[in-house]
């Protein structure tokens, strides 16, 4: 069976997360790609979660992990994109609720925010659970084509 491809970008706020996650993709199995930076001078965040939000649009990959400083703009910028379901988790039960409710199909992370084990094991619950359906299906669908809240 092909390994899957997981697609990760990060600004220089998550360089030094970027790289040890990256290594545990790789010990995983998992086939990375990875978009930059890899360095900490300064980088503008959207353009590196846009450029991941192209990667999974395109098919390149179908799951993702954005790092920034706080993880917030990386999930804002990722959101904009219809394909994505970005969602900033802080610890072990948001990155599986995120997974089991919402169907995520990336992660964002604060590296300034949490500790490298707690990103980690943020990651492995984000890749190890599976979305729920059910209940949640219509919920994410909806998310898919919103309907423009109008004034009564
Ligand atoms: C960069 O200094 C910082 O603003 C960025 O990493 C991120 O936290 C933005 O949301």
Do not use: W
Request: with cysteine; net charge neutral; aromatic share 4%.
């Amino acid at each position: 069976m092909p390994s899957e491809t997981v697609v990760i970008a990060a600004d220089h706020g998550g360089v030094e997360l970027k790289a040890l996650l990256v290594g545990d993709l790789k010990a995983r199995g998992f086939d990375v790609l990875d978009l930059g930076t890899d360095s900490s001078a300064s980088v503008d965040y959207p353009d590196f979660a846009q450029a991941l939000a192209k990667a999974i649009r395109d098919g390149r990959a179908a799951r993702g992990v954005l790092i920034c400083g706080s993880g917030i703009g990386m999930s804002i910028a990722a959101n904009r994109f219809p394909e994505i379901r970005a969602a900033l988790a802080h610890d072990h039960l948001s990155a599986k609720l995120c997974r089991q409710h919402n169907d995520a199909n990336v992660l964002c992370l604060g590296a300034r925010l949490i500790g490298p084990e707690v990103a980690r094991d943020c990651l492995n619950a984000f890749l190890d659970t599976k979305f729920e359906g059910g209940r949640h299906a219509g919920r994410v669908a909806k998310m898919s084509s919103p309907v423009v809240a109008t004034e009564a």
